[in-house]
């Protein structure tokens, strides 16, 4: 079933979302309590993909209907201070606003070009919380179709 680019697959297998417990609670003890479009980076144990670590991006460029990442503290921190510790990046996390759980064409847009300087990624873990409802929708989007977003489990440890 294809719903604008949000797809349910029947045919294909989806990856769910490993995540931590205390990941999901910082999530949504930050982006969840903040006004939509804010967000931050998932992160995890390299060779792995489940999410252990959560960074809110409080420096990010944000307005009603944009979440822009701070890409010079978030490569930084990347180069410095991750990556040595043994994580690398699975996706991001995101709000919007009113009940829109599903990526917008720009977020599909940035996501594309992270996969592609990332070719190391099998999938991009997208999930988008919605404060209004204060919920966590679970998405992934597949390196090999980076068009497409589509809705999976997430699996809490």
């Keep these: 079933m294809e719903l604008g680019n949000l797809t349910e697959s029947v045919a294909r297998p989806v990856p769910p979302i490993w995540m931590s417990r205390h990941v999901r609670c910082h999530i949504m003890c930050t982006v969840g309590a903040c006004a939509p479009e804010t967000g931050g980076i998932l992160l995890g144990p390299i060779g792995s993909n489940d999410?252990?670590?959560?960074?809110?991006?409080?420096?990010?460029l944000c307005s009603g209907a944009t979440y822009t990442p701070d890409h010079v503290t978030l490569r930084h921190k990347m180069k410095e201070e991750w990556l040595p510790s043994g994580l690398d990046m699975k996706g991001f996390v995101h709000s919007h606003p009113g009940s829109f759980d599903r990526l917008s064409d720009g977020d599909l847009v940035y996501i594309r070009r992270l996969l592609d300087r990332n070719p190391d990624m099998r999938f991009f873990a997208a999930p988008i919380v919605i404060p209004r409802s204060f919920r966590l929708r679970a998405i992934v989007v597949l390196a090999d179709e980076p068009h497409v977003q589509r809705p999976t489990q997430l699996r809490l440890f």
């Design 51 to 60: 999410i252990t670590d959560f960074y809110f991006d409080s420096h990010a």
